[in-house]
């Protein structure tokens, strides 16, 4: 059961780096054994993809409902909607896990990508419910509407991916990308939220 383990977490980290260009010699190298006996847990490789994307969506999921626990009792909105923003913009920058998600979206095998989207898309519709809930906090007659609720909640989803995806292609490096999500976070502040 500790070699399966090991599979999966190498496989993790190599998906994370090269997306489904690993091979599983590079996975058994990493776990000191030969690529054959990968196949005395694993059927192919398609089966590891799917299994660690289930693993990668149970440690985000499990991140997050930590995250939501400690913003119980906050009762001021702007400082649980940078919590939010924080946590996920540092889950997703540390050990490769946006590349990760981002290599499932570029999986060629269109089952494969579905079967692996599937559970993080649900995951993200639960997080996304959650953080609705936050616009009550907000107290602002502008956000009491359901349906404003819902466009604001996905506005501020796709605001964390274009953080994301600037920390993820800047070439300027970390620093510049760390600034910008503060940039963005005051932006995001001052547009929907009480000043």
Same mark, same amino acid.
């Not at 920390?167 to 600034?179: D, H, L, N, P, Q």
């Given at each position: 059961?500790?070699?399966?383990?090991?599979?999966?977490?190498?496989?993790?980290?190599?998906?994370?780096?090269?997306?489904?260009?690993?091979?599983?010699?590079?996975?058994?190298?990493?776990?000191?054994?030969? +690529?054959?006996?990968?196949?005395?847990?694993?059927?192919?490789?398609? &089966?590891?993809?799917?299994?660690?994307?289930?693993?990668?969506?149970?440690?985000?999921?499990?991140?997050?409902?930590?995250?939501?626990?400690?913003?119980?009792?906050?009762?001021?909105?702007?400082?649980?909607?940078?919590?939010?923003?924080?946590?996920?913009?540092? /889950?997703?920058?540390?050990?490769?896990?946006?590349?990760?998600?981002?290599?499932?979206?570029?999986?060629?095998?269109?089952?494969? +990508?579905?079967?692996? +989207?599937?559970?993080?898309?649900?995951?993200?519709?639960?997080?996304?419910?959650?953080?609705?809930?936050?616009?009550?906090?907000?107290?602002?007659?502008?956000?009491?509407?359901?349906?404003?609720?819902? /466009?604001?909640?996905?506005?501020?989803?796709?605001?964390?991916?274009?953080?994301?995806?600037?920390? /993820?292609?800047?070439? +300027?490096?970390?620093?510049?990308? &760390?600034?910008?999500?503060?940039?963005?976070?005051?932006?995001?502040?001052?547009?929907?939220?009480?000043?």
């Amino acid at each position: 059961m500790q070699k399966k383990k090991e599979i999966l977490l190498a496989a993790s980290n190599l998906f994370g780096e090269k997306g489904d260009r690993f091979t599983l010699e590079e996975v058994g190298n990493a776990v000191g054994i030969k +690529k054959a006996s990968i196949y005395s847990h694993f059927q192919n490789k398609e &089966e590891i993809i799917i299994l660690i994307t289930a693993m990668k969506c149970r440690d985000y999921e499990e991140y997050m409902n930590h995250v939501f626990l400690l913003l119980e009792d906050e009762g001021d909105a702007e400082k649980s909607f940078k919590m939010i923003y924080d946590a996920i913009t540092t /889950y997703f920058n540390k050990n490769n896990n946006f590349k990760f998600f981002k290599h499932i979206e570029l999986l060629p095998n269109p089952a494969l +990508k579905e079967q692996c +989207k599937s559970p993080y898309y649900r995951l993200n519709n639960r997080i996304k419910e959650r953080v609705k809930g936050l616009w009550d906090r907000a107290d602002d007659e502008r956000n009491n509407c359901p349906q404003k609720k819902h /466009y604001l909640t996905e506005f501020f989803f796709n605001h964390i991916e274009g953080v994301l995806n600037i920390s /993820y292609f800047s070439i +300027k490096g970390r620093k510049m990308a &760390e600034a910008y999500q503060e940039i963005m976070w005051v932006y995001f502040r001052r547009a929907f939220l009480k000043e």
